[in-house]
């Protein structure tokens, strides 16, 4: 079985070899006002520009393409990074796909996935087991579970982000800093824990949370797993109830205290990032950035890079984002 295989280093670069040519290798940015605002170097892993708007992508290709050649199709649960993700990948391998959505997930992910060829089947996340649903759909297809975070493919091909960090750090002559990534069940932030102990061994990873949806900062505080209410929030795309069976022990034993944002925090920083970058984040891809800016006490670093996870915002959010408070303040 899959969680029978070991997430390492070597998982990591065997995945990287098999995105090569096929994931974007995207930029590291920076910006002399946010560096301003945070009161140090601040650059962004802009994943936001990756196929299909998300590092997911990565996790997708890495599980699909390790797969056998038997498999009839594939399935994933997701509220929408990761089924466009699955999605495409799939399309581009020439496998059927079916994803199990959030009946209220973002309508432009929703629409998205079944542009990118997947049969969506929609759920009611308050009253049925996401997890639940998608084993007993898989069984009954046939069909290749690919779930979006718990499973040592996708870890390892999330993994490949912080290869890339760390080789753009090198380029930039940095050798100390520390990494905040968007953090819902943990399957990119272990990824590129891992990635970045191996690389860049002088960097500490982060997670970063929304307020009422940080069971991974609960966790690492405790030393023991906290569970949430599983429920809708405005960072859908990291609200997760718990860290996963694999990725905990990654957590625990490579990131720092977690961090937390306010939904506030993170439509700011949506903000800043437009203005100040150009790009358009999500509120779950732009907590690790409103981290950098706001919680400037938390770091010791003169330098911080942060995960812009994810670019797949409904219109009317974005909307919202650009119109709260002043995005020219300096604090």
């Given amino acids: 079985m899959a969680g029978h295989v070991p997430v ?4 990591i670069r065997a995945a990287h070899a098999r995105i090569s040519g096929h994931a974007r290798r995207t930029p590291l940015l920076g910006a002399p006002f946010l560096d301003r605002i945070a009161g140090r170097r601040v650059l962004v892993k802009a994943e936001c520009l990756q196929h299909t708007g998300s590092f997911k992508f990565r996790g997708a290709w890495s599980a699909i393409t390790a797969l056998g050649g038997d498999v009839r199709g594939v399935l994933a649960y997701s509220s929408g990074n990761h089924a466009q993700g699955v999605a495409y990948a799939a399309s581009l391998r020439g496998l059927p796909s079916v994803i199990l959505m959030p009946a ?44 979006p975070f718990d499973h040592p493919q996708v870890i390892a091909g999330q993994g490949t982000v912080g290869l890339e960090i760390a080789e753009q750090a090198r380029d930039l002559g940095i050798s100390q800093a520390e990494v905040l990534v968007c953090c819902g069940g943990g399957g990119l932030t272990s990824g590129i ?104 006490e938390q770091f010791s670093s003169n330098t911080v890079i942060v995960t812009a996870s994810g670019g797949n915002v409904d219109r009317d959010v974005l909307l919202r984002a650009l119109a709260t408070g002043d995005t020219h303040a300096d604090s």
């Fill in 193 to 296: 824990a891992l990635a970045l102990e191996a690389e860049a061994p002088q960097f500490r990873t982060r997670t970063v949370e929304p307020e009422d949806f940080d069971d991974v900062a609960q966790s690492l505080a405790k030393g023991a797993v906290v569970t949430n209410p599983l429920r809708a929030g405005l960072c859908d795309a990291i609200v997760t109830p718990a860290p996963g069976r694999l990725t905990w022990p990654i957590l625990q034993r490579l990131c720092g205290p977690g961090l937390v944002v306010s939904d506030t925090q993170a439509l700011r920083a949506m903000a800043l990032a437009h203005d100040r970058l150009k790009l358009v984040l999500e509120p779950g891809g732009a907590v690790a950035l409103a981290a950098a800016l706001f919680l400037p």
């Fill in 104 to 147: 209220d997930a973002p309508a432009i992910k929703i629409a998205n996935t079944r542009a990118l060829g997947a049969e969506v089947v929609l759920y009611d996340r308050a009253t049925e087991d996401r997890e639940v649903l998608g084993a007993a759909l898989a069984k009954a297809r046939g069909l290749e579970l690919i779930p």
């Fill in 8 to 11: 390492t280093i070597d998982l």
